[in-house]
């Protein structure tokens, strides 16, 4: 016992110092998270229960409000919406769109993760159904070379 007496003030010592250094470490560099943007244009096709809809959500992001328009199309019939309601809580992402069916107004309500350029959302269209989608980014565009080839 004498030897483990003789080894624990400088072991306790070690332990302070390393846990001293690891404390002092994290307040000069803290840990940075990538933070999420999801401003951009997000398509999906969503097979629903009066059929296949091609939905594009523009989105812009300030913080952790998200605001945008819906843009969705059925049988060659438009409508366009407005983001409600937009928030992102670290990967997860919620809004809400009011729209009209048959002369009724429906509330449909999105959550989703965002995973890189997906995202996978379940929303949730009045009390009638439960639909899960995923939303993929478009690519920007590359502008066409302003410069002319010589022949």
């Known amino acids: 016992m004498s030897s483990y007496q003789s080894l624990r003030k400088p072991l306790l010592r070690l332990h302070l110092s390393i ?12 840990s940075t998270t990538m933070a999420i943007d999801v401003t951009g244009t997000w398509k999906a096709d969503i097979e629903t229960q009066v ?7 523009i ?7 998200i605001t945008g328009k819906i843009l969705s199309e059925l049988e060659g019939e438009k409508l366009e919406t407005v983001v409600l309601e937009g928030k ?3 990967d997860t992402i919620e ?4 729209t009209k069916f048959q ?5 449909i309500s999105y959550k989703g993760k965002v995973t890189g350029d997906e995202i996978s959302f379940t929303r949730q269209v009045g009390e009638y159904a439960t639909e899960v989608f995923i939303a993929k980014r478009g690519k920007a565009e590359v502008p066409p070379s302003t410069l002319e080839t010589k022949k």
Not at 19 to 30: D, E, Q
């Open 19 to 30: 846990l001293l250094v690891i404390m002092m470490t994290n307040a000069l560099f803290p």
């Open 51 to 57: 059929g296949k809809f091609k939905y594009t959500y």
């Open 59 to 65: 989105l812009k992001q300030e913080g952790t409000q």
């Open 88 to 90: 992102l809580n670290g």
């Open 95 to 98: 809004f809400v769109e009011m």
């Open 103 to 107: 002369d009724m107004d429906l509330k």
